[in-house]
């Protein structure tokens, strides 16, 4: 026999509440911690300033090779 347990929980830890309903902005910052949430515009940033970065190395290293080109011919 199978059985399924009910357990009571405080309107606070359930989940599901963010997922149903406005919350104030405090019940809101837990829900966004509970289900692990992560605000990501800073790695979003340091990836852009990355790929900057790679874009500019190899502009700087076309620019080398055409130069040796040159130099050679």
Do not use: C
């Amino acid at each position: 026999m199978r059985q399924v347990i009910f357990q009571w929980k405080v309107t606070k830890e359930i989940i599901a509440d963010g997922l149903t309903k406005a919350l104030p902005k405090q019940r809101f910052q837990s829900f966004v911690n509970m289900i692990g949430m992560v605000d990501i515009k800073e790695r979003l940033a340091d990836e852009k300033q990355l790929e900057d970065l790679r874009e500019s190395i190899r502009a700087r290293r076309k620019d080398s090779d055409e130069i040796m080109v040159q130099l050679t011919h």
